[in-house]
């Protein structure tokens, strides 16, 4: 990378005369990263009467896996790092405004001194809340896509000057999830809900078993043991109703000294075996699958918990150390994460043939990570560029060690040609031409053209793939190139 960040063009007229110093930004777990010249702000005047006068991008906590808010040699405005985080909660119309310094954990605590919560979120809080609305980041459940939620929201065009969509506005949609091709966004005002109590049950079972015991339930993921059978998969699965009268929370666990015991007992500290042991996870699971283990739990959760929808135990899953069902999920720190959404009603059969696929791989010495997870978005989003904008979608997330990320860009690149209607997730998938067809020409033009309309200065510089997918002009590095040759 060194080389091209020294000759990128995309310097502001300002920058090069203080020479500010360049700074390496990195996504999560380190893959893309690139050196940028970091510029942080503490009033939205300022904001402005910078982008004014410079190129620019735009970077969150800088969280996304696939790196599209990694921009290399140019000035990056980081939100995150900045503190325009005002957060006020209009109890009145039950909606919440926030800046781009927010983050999720502190829009949710405000929220919760006035009785109210977001709709659906991720299962992480660090990410600034804009960040994470702009690349699509979504729950699962209803109103699945976090985006769905915002009711308004103000950015400053290349001029530095505001402006102010709303739901209604023909462009609002755009804008809404635009992955930084629209931007700095300087406020955004989300739809709240109140708070709930949940039955919130959690089996390791059959896929085979999965429609009948999720029946009813107004949200359902499911993670599948990657190395097991592919006929029918062992799983995990969780599934929230609201919590009825009566209902207690309960638990059921195989006979001690039992083999079903046994495979517990090494599933629970799988977790560790699988950081410390990679080559044993597919014997191990493998063994899971033989012995065909079943269990069961409900919990009922505290209407006050903030991450209830992936930890239903109450306080935050970060104060406690990892058990089976919340544990096995916790690959935050250790794995690469690549997820794409696809149509709801598919969702087993990709599943089936990730299993085969990943297992003919073997023999290439290649072991996905951890499970193979599956978030239903059980509706439709009305953002032309959410996932789930043409219908139902599960969102599949993939894992493998940091190293071999690129074997999970490899199984994207299979899924896109052997399935269709496969649509990106915009912080976690590679972002590639061949999501163009599910995306919709038009609906890729009404971005572009918007970006066009905003930034008619070029001063707003996005991530290069981005640029290369929606036409945003040549991506830098092939210009840097250039340059290098010319000299
Ligand atoms: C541990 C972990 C767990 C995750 N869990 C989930 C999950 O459960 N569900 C899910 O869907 N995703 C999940 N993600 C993905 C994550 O939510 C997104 O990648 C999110 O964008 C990260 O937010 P950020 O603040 O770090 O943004 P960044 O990664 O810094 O930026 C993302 C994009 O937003 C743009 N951007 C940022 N701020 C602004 C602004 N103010 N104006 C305009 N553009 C802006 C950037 O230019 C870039 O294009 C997870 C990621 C991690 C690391």
């Known amino acids: 990378m060194g080389i091209l960040d020294k000759v990128l063009p995309g310097r ?50 800088s969280h996304s896996y696939n790196g599209v808010q990694v921009v290399p040699g140019m000035n990056a405005v980081l939100m995150g790092k900045s503190t325009l985080d005002e957060c006020d909660c209009n109890v009145s119309s039950g909606t919440i405004t926030c800046g781009p310094s927010t983050t999720i954990e502190e829009l949710k605590r405000v929220l919760l001194e006035h009785d109210l919560k977001m709709f659906n979120s991720g299962n992480y809080m660090a990410q600034t809340v804009i960040g994470a609305l702009v690349t699509g980041t979504h729950g699962y ?59 919130s049950d959690a089996w390791i079972t059959r896929l085979s078993k999965k429609d009948l015991l999720k029946k009813g339930s107004v949200a359902t993921s499911w993670a599948v043991v990657p190395y097991s059978d592919p006929e029918d998969p062992l799983i995990m699965l969780h599934s929230l109703r609201p919590a009825s009268e009566g209902k207690q929370a309960q638990k059921t666990k195989p006979k ?4 079903s015991w046994l495979a517990m007992l090494i599933i629970e500290r ?6 410390m042991f990679p080559r044993f996870r597919r014997p191990l699971q493998r063994l899971a699958n033989r012995l065909n283990i079943r269990s069961h739990r409900r919990t009922i959760t505290d209407k006050r918990d903030l991450d209830y929808l992936y930890d239903p ?39 089936k043939f ?26 439709k989003s009305s953002l032309p560029l959410a996932g789930n904008f043409r219908g139902p979608t599960a969102a599949i997330d993939l894992f493998a060690d940091t190293r071999d990320y690129a074997w999970l860009e490899r199984l994207q690149r299979e899924v896109l040609s052997y399935f269709d209607d496969v649509r990106p997730h915009w912080g976690k998938s590679a972002i590639v031409p061949e999501f163009a067809g599910s995306l919709g020409y038009e609906e890729m033009e009404r971005l572009s053209d918007l970006h066009r309309h905003h930034y008619p200065e070029g001063n707003l510089k996005p991530n290069e793939r981005v640029r290369k997918l929606f036409d945003l002009g040549r991506p830098m590095a092939s210009a840097s190139i250039e340059m290098v040759r010319s000299d």
């Open 354 to 379: 990730i299993m085969i696929e990943v297992e003919k791989w073997q023999s290439l010495r290649f072991y996905m990570k951890s499970l193979i997870g599956v978030r239903e978005l059980s509706d």
């Open 12 to 61: 502001s007229k300002k920058d090069i005369l203080s020479e500010k110093a360049a700074e390496r930004i990195h996504s999560w777990m380190k893959v893309f990263f690139g050196d940028v010249y970091p510029h942080r702000f503490t009033s939205d005047e300022k904001l402005a009467d910078f982008i004014r006068e410079n190129e620019y991008s735009c970077v969150g906590q």
């Open 141 to 199: 459940g209803e109103k699945a896509t976090m985006a769905d939620g915002i009711t308004e929201l103000t950015f400053l065009n290349g001029r530095g000057m505001p402006v102010t969509l709303k739901r209604g506005d023909p462009d609002f949609p755009y804008a809404a999830i635009s992955f930084g091709t629209i931007g700095p966004i300087i406020s955004v005002t989300l739809e709240a809900t109140e708070l709930v109590s949940y039955q």
């Open 270 to 275: 799988y977790w560790a075996i699988d950081r």
């Open 256 to 259: 001690l000294f039992s083999w």
């Open 313 to 351: 135990e109450p306080l935050l899953k970060s104060q406690r150390s990892p058990d089976i069902l919340t544990g096995l999920f916790s690959t935050t720190h250790t794995a690469y994460n690549l997820a794409f959404h696809v149509p709801l009603d598919r969702a087993e059969d990709v599943v």
